[in-house]
């Protein structure tokens, strides 16, 4: 008689009917073996939790104006989607560098984009953040490039974990950090900063008004993990109305990780070196989510335009359709942008 072939081991029992720790989501932690629950979770208009969903992808295509042959940059890898379809366009012949700060997404990412069929010949990662683009270049002895891409702000991958410490929707350590393993946590942040400079900050990233009261709430202690962070901002803004609390729960988180990464210093350093970076004809088009990000490329690309640095920038900002805007809702407050070298 013969044997039986080994049963396949059962899969881990959660409590209750599904799993609700994130590094017990195994679909979550594993989209790419389930494409029909993917499938089913793009259908009704979300992004699945663990994904990135390219947004503007055509527009941004269209924008670049690709051709095969083509040496560029994707300054934002994240996730890959716009990465994989820049390698599609650009093939063959072509080269990108996707270049990330995430120590923990980015070696995803590089497997993902080695199982769609690119390898080290036509893709390769950078561990850096994009403000060092001028070193990306002299470190691969490359004059210029004919295309640079950036998809600005936090990636679906980076605040859908609870780990990273970018959401309040669960409990994690309060890090924020891009990088793990590079400066102080949102945690030390809070610890460290004066109420007067808190309160500067969220006016600025957070586009509150009279945000005084809600500073001095927060600035200086310690919070052990997000959901303690944010119970302590619904308790300093209970005089709102409950839209508005929630609202402000996601202006402070967003202004805390724009400080702790620094985000608009380096963007302004990378908007500094792009035209340099650039073939003549060659064109950056840039993905923002946030007011001062918009301001600071439609700023640079004017500024690029008059001192004739870019020859043609995008005459009005491009954003969603409504129809991606109900598929994929992260896309409603896209903005696109693009510049041609002069």
Request: net charge positive.
């Amino acid at each position: 008689m013969s044997e039986l072939p080994p049963r396949p081991p059962r899969r881990k029992r959660y409590r209750g009917k599904n799993p609700r720790a994130f590094d017990e989501k195994y679909k979550e932690l594993a989209p790419h073996l389930h494409p029909e629950v993917v499938a089913k979770v793009r259908a009704s208009g979300k992004t699945p939790a663990g994904t990135h969903v390219p947004i503007l992808a055509a527009e941004c295509l269209a924008a670049l104006q690709l051709e095969p042959g083509m040496i560029g940059i994707d300054a934002t890898l994240g996730y890959g989607g716009h990465a994989l379809l820049f390698l599609k366009a650009i093939a063959p012949g072509g080269i990108l560098y996707g270049m990330d700060c995430d120590p923990i997404e980015q070696p995803k990412t590089t497997q993902r984009i080695a199982a769609a069929g690119y390898g080290s010949d036509v893709f390769r990662p950078v561990h850096r953040n994009y403000a060092g683009i001028a070193q990306l270049l002299r470190a691969e002895n490359l004059p210029a490039v004919d295309f640079v891409f950036a998809d600005l702000g936090c990636s679906s991958m980076q605040l859908d974990n609870p780990q990273r410490g970018f959401s309040f929707k669960n409990r994690g350590p309060l890090d924020m950090r891009m990088n793990p393993h590079h400066g102080q946590s949102a945690q030390k942040w809070l610890e460290n900063i004066r109420a007067e400079k808190l309160a500067r900050l969220l006016a600025i990233y957070g586009d509150l008004d009279q945000p005084e009261d809600l500073a001095s709430a927060l600035a200086g202690r310690h919070f052990p993990d997000t959901l303690a962070f944010a119970d302590a901002i619904r308790a300093a803004s209970a005089h709102e109305t409950a839209s508005n609390i929630e609202h402000t729960v996601r202006m402070v988180f967003q202004t805390v990780r724009i400080a702790v990464n620094d985000e608009f210093s380096a963007l302004d350093g990378f908007l500094r070196t792009i035209a340099a970076s650039l073939g003549q004809g060659s064109r950056v088009a840039m993905l923002t989510f946030h007011s001062g990000e918009d301001r600071r490329v439609k700023h640079a690309f004017r500024d690029g335009l008059r001192l004739g640095h870019y020859r043609a920038i995008s005459e009005t900002v491009i954003t969603a359709s409504s129809e991606e805007r109900h598929l994929n809702p992260r896309s409603t407050s896209a903005k696109l942008r693009w510049a041609e070298k002069a």
